[in-house]
Nanobody, 124 residues
């Protein structure tokens, strides 16, 4: 079992920045690829970014490329999402998730463990 707790959400103006954190407890953190997803009201949960277990491979959805950066600190059992140049359309509940292996996981179905989510609201 892996327990995930997100933090760092909040209200920010368009163009601003936020850094989300996700602290993991349980088994060896580096054994898990990690991802960030988001869900806006009335919409399906969508993939945002992923990082492999050792942290040297990342992947992003096109809408956040160049603005968001996913990283991880395996010594601290934590994954981060640095979000810059935020737009109102980035408003959503953001979830971190741990996949079933240490590779790069790009689909919702590949993730077995989920955090409770943290709200990000970007005002125009």
């Amino acid at each position: 079992q892996v327990q995930l707790v997100e933090s760092g959400g909040g209200l920010v103006q368009a163009g601003g920045s936020l850094r989300l954190s996700c602290a993991a407890s349980g088994r060896t953190f580096s054994n898990y690829g990690m991802g960030w997803f988001r869900q806006a009201p009335g919409k399906k949960r969508e993939f945002v970014a992923a990082i492999n277990g050792r942290g040297f491979r990342q992947f992003y959805v096109d809408s956040v490329k160049g603005r968001f950066t996913i990283s991880r600190d395996n010594a601290k059992n934590t994954v981060y999402l640095q979000m810059n140049s935020l737009k109102p359309e980035d408003t959503a509940v953001y979830y971190c998730a741990a996949s079933g292996g240490d590779g790069l996981a790009l689909t919702l179905a590949a993730y077995n463990y989920w955090g409770q989510g943290t709200q990000v609201t970007v005002s125009s």
